[in-house]
Every structure is written in structure tokens, then in C-alpha cells.
């Protein structure tokens, strides 16, 4: 593009991504996923986590971050996502989200980060294989 101004392309970008946000939030519910793959994968803002000037260590957008996905094996839909750290906080957060999504049993396969054994048990129960 050429000749617009980045202030308001970027605020278009964010508009729409706050309305794909609402939209997935509202319509991906009671999804009959069978078999459901999880990963995470890392990625940084700005600099890497021990990169970053000491002036900004701690504040958001800078430093290490992990997309999380859930993408089901046989349609290739992401029915959750979630952009963060790789702890607890948010790998529980991720698997609520996931389990929140999804009408019945499903087999779940991640790459065997422990943080998901009680996340998992927790969002999902006995309800999961």
C-alpha cells in the first residue's frame, strides 16, 4: 500500500482482528472434533527474552512469547489459540479455552511438555484420551 498512513492501517488491523476474535469466540462452540493436536511454539517481541535493554525488562510486548494452537487432524480448524508465556498460568488458560469449544470426548496429542498433564486433566476431566 502506498500513500496511507501506518496509524490507520494499523488500527484497521486491529479492528479486525478484534472482530475475527469475537467471531471465532462466538461460533466455534459444540465443535465435533475427534482428534485434536496441541503445540506451542517459540517466538519473541523485539528482542529475545535475554536480549531485551534492562529498561524493559517486564513490560509486555517484549521478550520471549508462545503461540499455542489446538488444531484438529481431520479438518485442520484451530478451535483455540493463545498468544503468552510457557507456564502454567497459561497453559491451564489454553485447555479451558479447548475443552470450552468442543462437544464431546476427544483424543488429544501434544509433544508431552509436562505443563499439560494438569492443565489437560484439569480443563478436561476423564473426558479426554
Known amino acids: 500500500m502506498a500513500d496511507v498512513s501506518i496509524n490507520t492501517v494499523t488500527n484497521l488491523l486491529v479492528d479486525v482482528g478484534a472482530a475475527c476474535a ?3 469466540n462466538t461460533t466455534l462452540r459444540n465443535l465435533q472434533c475427534k482428534r485434536i493436536q496441541c503445540g506451542e511454539v517459540w517466538g519473541f517481541c523485539y528482542a529475545k527474552e535475554r536480549n531485551i535493554p534492562v529498561d ?15 488444531i484438529c487432524a481431520d479438518t ?16 491451564h488458560s489454553f485447555a479451558a479455552d479447548l475443552a470450552s469449544r468442543l462437544s464431546s470426548r476427544v483424543q488429544l496429542t501434544t509433544d508431552g511438555h509436562h505443563i499439560y498433564l494438569s492443565a489437560i486433566e484439569g480443563a478436561f476431566g476423564v473426558d479426554v484420551d
Open 22 to 24: 469475537d467471531y471465532q
Open 76 to 91: 485442520k480448524l484451530v478451535p483455540s489459540w493463545l498468544v503468552g508465556r510457557r507456564d502454567a498460568f497459561f497453559a
Open 56 to 70: 524493559n525488562r517486564g513490560q509486555p510486548g517484549y521478550g520471549d512469547v508462545w503461540p499455542w494452537t489446538a
